[in-house]
């Protein structure tokens, strides 16, 4: 069954350090998808991403979070400086297309720890 | 923004039991979709449920589409150890790159 892959499944970090998630979404799916969940609280909605854009983004997601493709394969989130608050899982998710929810595929998630 | 609530927020039940916990919103969704965690893994998709009123099954699972597209219920009939786990509703209304709205969760514990 194809799967969602998210490297690396857990990453320590100092608060202030630059820290890039990686994704790799199903090959055949064109919509990706950041999710985050804090320890215990339930998964919220980051960001939306088609053909190089950015469709949506909830108020979690600011400036100090990008999203980018940079090849054909991966999906990256990257937190600029990070902060305590930033702990939490980070879950990627894929479509094959934009309408509907068919096909909608969560990773195992990157544990991220901000000392 | 749009709010999830689950009921009960956790369940000890005995194995062979049934459970049932419902989900509410404070506004309508078009797609109703019944996810379960389990420790540092991502949601998994049971069931996903595209229209009011609609009941569908996944074997030991039955999820139901509230007619006023506010609500859903998951059953889970004959509980083994292996359903231990915390179960999320999402809502979503479709359209160009589908965002999931989840709910609070309910923590499920399976005893012997």
């Known amino acids: 069954e194809p799967e969602v892959t998210q490297t690396p499944s857990h990453q320590v970090t100092q608060m202030g350090q630059e820290v890039i998630l990686r994704c790799v979404p199903i090959s055949n799916h064109l919509y990706f998808y950041w999710y985050r969940q804090i320890l215990g609280q339930k998964v919220e909605f980051l960001v939306s991403?088609?053909?190089?854009?950015?469709s949506e983004k909830s108020e979690i997601f600011d400036d100090q979070f990008s999203v980018e493709r940079p090849d054909g394969s991966n999906f990256t989130l990257k937190i600029r400086s990070t902060k305590l608050e930033d702990s939490a899982m980070y879950f990627c998710?894929?479509?094959?297309w934009g309408q509907g929810t068919y096909g909608y595929t969560f990773g195992s998630g990157t544990r991220l720890t901000v000392v | 923004g749009q709010q999830l609530n689950q009921s009960p927020q956790s369940m000890f039940i005995q194995e062979g039991e049934d459970v049932s916990m419902n989900c509410t919103s404070s506004?309508?969704?078009?797609?109703w979709l019944w996810y379960k965690q389990e420790p540092g893994e991502g949601p998994v998709l049971l069931i996903a449920?595209?229209?009011?009123?609609e009941l569908t099954s996944n074997g030991r699972l039955t999820a139901q589409f509230g007619i006023t597209r506010k609500d859903s219920f998951l059953n889970i009939s004959a509980s083994i150890p292996s359903d231990v786990g915390i179960y999320f509703c999402a809502g979503a209304n479709t359209g160009t790159a589908s965002k999931l709205t989840f709910g609070t969760g309910t923590r499920l514990q399976v005893t012997l």
């Open positions: 506004s309508i969704f078009n797609t």
């Open positions: 449920l595209y229209k009011a009123g």
């Open positions: 998710a894929s479509t094959p």
């Open positions: 991403f088609y053909n190089n854009e950015i």
